[in-house]
């Protein structure tokens, strides 16, 4: 199994044995009824559930948070995305740069008067700030964001940023991409994940939030994983 598939994680059939009466053991605790092993998923990333799974063909027992069942496990890939991104950047710079040298201070005048009077005289290089979500994202633990920070996407999109070290993030949107309601989900394996609704009326919108861990409580029981691509 590749580790570019996405997984959705299901418990159908939960377990009512108590975690803390089982006996210590090597990957989480031993459970006496059943005489099998239960691995500890809860201090788990999805990153390091997901490596778990793959290629697994006999599927142990497990406890895990209740937030990471009945959902889905997709691969990260955003350091390949950041590497890319930079790629890109320095070419542009590059090619921009290339330009720039070659062109004359009497054009390089006529194109900034140019741009002055498009900017007063065309509205619509207004559109983008129009459609743009920003805002804060406040998290007590700050700890928690030194290896791996906040994801924000937009549902249905492939539009996505992190949050950068002071809590701010913005992205901005094309028309095509408003729905009637827009969806965006804050995402952090260690907390509890967010979705807000945002009505096509009311763009451009401010959005605050705060990020916590997600209830304690434990769910244990055989897991079944479904993959997809």
């Given amino acids: 199994m590749g580790n570019k598939i996405k997984m959705y994680l299901d418990l159908p059939d939960p377990c009512s044995e108590n975690w ?102 065309n509205d619509n290089l207004t559109v983008n700030d129009s459609l743009r979500i920003s805002g804060h994202v406040l998290v007590r633990e700050s700890s928690l964001l030194e290896n791996e920070p906040i994801i924000v996407k937009i549902s249905n999109t492939k539009l996505e940023t992190t949050v950068d070290k002071d809590g701010n993030y913005q992205i901005v949107l094309d028309q095509s991409e408003i729905s009637q309601y827009t969806l965006i989900t804050f995402y952090h394996s260690v907390l509890k994940q967010e979705t807000r609704s945002i009505h096509k009326s009311c763009f451009p919108q401010k959005l605050d939030i705060e990020m916590v861990r997600p209830p304690s409580g434990r769910i244990g029981g055989a897991p079944i994983p479904y993959y997809g691509k």
């Fill in 20 to 121: 803390e009466n089982m006996l210590p053991g090597m990957n989480g605790r031993f459970c006496q009824r059943c005489r099998k092993e239960v691995i500890d998923f809860t201090t788990m990333s999805d990153s390091e559930i997901l490596k778990f799974f793959v290629d697994k063909t006999n599927i142990p027992c497990g406890s895990f948070r209740q937030d990471q069942i009945d959902r889905f496990y997709v691969p990260q890939k955003k350091k390949i995305q950041i590497k890319f991104a930079g790629l890109i950047s320095s070419l542009l710079a590059l090619l921009s740069f290339k330009s720039l040298t070659a062109t004359t201070h009497s054009d390089l005048t006529n194109i900034t008067n140019q741009q002055n009077i498009d900017s007063i005289s």
